[in-house]
C-alpha cells in the first residue's frame, strides 16, 4: 500500500505516471465532431487539365507528369482519359530491335529502358518476347 502509494505520489524521473497513463487513454486522439471537415480534391480548370494533356504528349509518361504536377498518377491517367488521349503503350518493332541490340552490348534494362523511356520490366517482356536470353541479375538489389 506505501509503495503504490509513492509511485502515485512521488513517480520516478522519467517515468510515466499511473495518472499521466489513465489520461493517456482516456483522451481522443481525433478531432471532435464539429471539428471534422473533410478535404475535397482541387479541380484543375480547362487550361490547367490541356497544360497536363499537352505534358503526357511530350514526355508519354505519366510518373513523370504526375511528379511535375503534383497530382497523384491516378489523377492523371483519369484526366487523360478523360480527355481522350489513349495511355496505352507498347514497345515499337524498332524500338525492340535497339533495345535487343543494346542488351547484347551489355546495357542493363535500366539504362535501356531510361534511353527509350520505358520501364525496365517493359524492356524485359520485350527482350522475352523476342527470345532473348536474359542475363542473371548483378548487384543484388
Given at each position: 500500500m506505501v509503495h503504490l502509494l509513492q509511485v502515485y505520489s512521488n513517480p520516478a524521473p522519467g517515468v510515466v505516471s499511473p495518472q499521466e497513463l489513465i489520461f493517456r487513454s482516456t483522451r481522443s486522439k481525433r478531432p471532435a465532431q464539429g471539428d471534422f471537415r473533410s478535404k475535397r480534391a482541387r479541380q484543375l480548370?480547362?487550361?490547367?487539365?490541356?497544360?497536363?494533356?499537352?505534358?503526357?504528349?511530350?514526355?508519354?509518361?505519366?510518373?513523370?507528369?504526375?511528379?511535375?504536377?503534383?497530382?497523384?498518377?491516378?489523377?492523371?491517367?483519369?484526366?487523360?482519359?478523360?480527355?481522350?488521349?489513349?495511355t496505352s503503350r507498347g514497345m515499337t518493332e524498332t524500338q525492340l530491335a535497339e533495345a535487343a541490340e543494346l542488351y547484347g552490348q551489355g546495357l542493363s534494362s535500366f539504362v535501356i529502358g531510361k534511353r527509350l523511356g520505358f520501364d525496365n520490366h517493359t524492356i524485359l517482356n520485350g527482350l522475352r518476347r523476342r527470345g532473348v536470353s536474359i542475363r542473371p541479375r548483378s548487384g543484388g538489389g
Open positions: 480548370r480547362a487550361d490547367e487539365a490541356q497544360r497536363l494533356v499537352d505534358h503526357y504528349l511530350a514526355t508519354r509518361n505519366i510518373r513523370t507528369v504526375a511528379r511535375d504536377l503534383g497530382l497523384s498518377r491516378t489523377t492523371v491517367t483519369r484526366i487523360l482519359t478523360e480527355h481522350g488521349v489513349s
